[in-house]
């Protein structure tokens, strides 16, 4: 027996496809990603300063070579910190105007947790480290589960207590080899903040519960452990808050 013509024509459900662009500048250069459920359409990493200059450029080279329309998007998704001063606010700027103008929630992840994700040793201690370019580190310890902080060298020593441990960061070099020389057993995994990474992060909690947060809480802040370091006109830096 022939269906019934309403149901001939009825057209199949439309899969949604949950899209994200997800944005770092907060460790040097800068990263874009474009995500659909999951898998990367396209990525880019760049190098060097004038991320302001820069980062819209690159979203809009991203988006191209994924094909999707910025008003395809359901997500924005931005590093927040630590890291560098101008990057974070390069960073976070962009991403929350994009979310405001597209009118899509923005997720907010610290540098550290994004590292932490990334790490590719498991089962180990895995410590995050961010090189704060004034003498000592932004870190985060996996099985603490605390807010990033401020540490030297010798402080991070005390806080592993001779604890295995690996240090993952784009220029963790130099601390490893502090850690070893006071006799912590560190290795090196030397890694960018990657923006797929962030994007899958913020898919995992999902977009509803992103805008419930924004609604509740506003849109992601900036992440400082302390203030802005200046240069004055005779050379001297100082930090100010």
Known sequence: MPSHPSERQRPAARTIMNLVLALDCAVGGLGVAVVRDGACL?????EGRDQAARLLPAVKSVLRDAGVGRRELSLIAVTIGPGSFT???VGLAAA???AVGLDVPLAGFS???VLMAQAATPGRLVVAAVDSRLGDWFCAIGEEAEEPFATTAAELVDRLRDRSCIVV?????????QLVAAGVDAEAEVAHVDPIVIARLALASGLEAWRARNAREGLPRPLYLRGVSITLPNGARRTVD
């Not at 396209?42 to 760049?46: D, F, I, M, N």
């Open 87 to 89: 990057g974070v606010r």
């Open 169 to 177: 960061g784009a220029e963790v070099g130099p601390l490893v080899e």
């Open 42 to 46: 396209a990525s880019l990493r760049e």
């Open 111 to 113: 540098t550290t947790s």
């Open 96 to 98: 929350r105007g994009l």
